[in-house]
């Protein structure tokens, strides 16, 4: 192997690797070979060679590229939830969470290189549009939103099932994500319009639009 060619993190395939770490070897040295070349010019084979595994093993957690791309927004998009929850206050009430989970989404993760990368590079032609198609986020939502309606009780107005607003929400983050607001790439500009018009369409009871945590 030429001096310059990265050392390969994995193993063959049957090198005793379990199934978890042979997944997370490969979307780790894809997210590296994107990062480097683009998206077009890392192809399975180099992947697999990155990672240190064979051409065959990559097919078999990853039938194509298209599962491969998805693995990876799931992935990053997970890794940026966790972080936002990190971030936000343990006293908050349940609107200042969303609307600050909301802030972080459309001034910061339009911002991240990977999503950039594979936006610019695939037909998706947008981060809003990545998310959407390849995350799973919109079960993620609806999953999070049926679990505080049984636990917080009336929150939500009446007549609002958890499938409808997990939808909102995430349309409403679709469309900060795409700058549909002017100015929604500010933390400030995108908090007012939060707090003024996405919290009093699903809330019962919504706080009025004030300085919040930032």
């Known amino acids: 192997m030429p001096a310059s060619s990265p050392r390969p993190r994995g193993r063959p395939a049957g ?3 379990t199934a978890e770490q042979a997944r997370t070897a490969l979307m780790d040295a894809a997210e590296e070979l994107i990062l480097e070349r683009g998206f ?8 697999a060679a990155r990672a240190g595994y064979s051409r065959a093993a990559i097919y078999q957690h990853f039938p194509n590229r298209q599962k491969l791309l998805e693995a990876l927004v799931r992935r990053k998009t997970g890794v940026h939830q966790a972080q936002i929850l990190g971030r936000l206050p343990e ?64 929150v939500f107005r009446p007549g609002l099932a958890p499938g409808d607003i997990a939808t909102f929400l995430m349309t ?14 500010t933390p400030d500009v995108a908090r007012r319009y939060l707090q003024t018009f ?14 919040v945590f930032g």
């Open 15 to 17: 090198g005793g690797n």
């Open 40 to 47: 077009q010019a890392s192809t399975m084979e180099s992947i």
């Open 91 to 154: 006293t908050s009430d349940l609107p200042t969470l969303l609307v600050e989970s909301l802030v972080i989404v459309s001034t910061e993760l339009i911002h991240d290189p990977l999503l950039m990368t594979l936006s610019e590079q695939t037909e998706d032609g947008t981060i809003a549009h990545l998310i959407a198609n390849a995350s799973g986020l919109p079960e993620q939502i609806e999953q999070l939103v049926a679990a505080i309606a049984e636990h917080a009780g009336a």
């Open 172 to 185: 409403t983050a679709l469309t900060l994500l795409l700058g549909v607001v002017p100015g929604s790439d």
């Open 198 to 211: 996405v919290m009093p369409a699903i809330f019962a009871d919504p706080p009025a639009p004030g300085p």
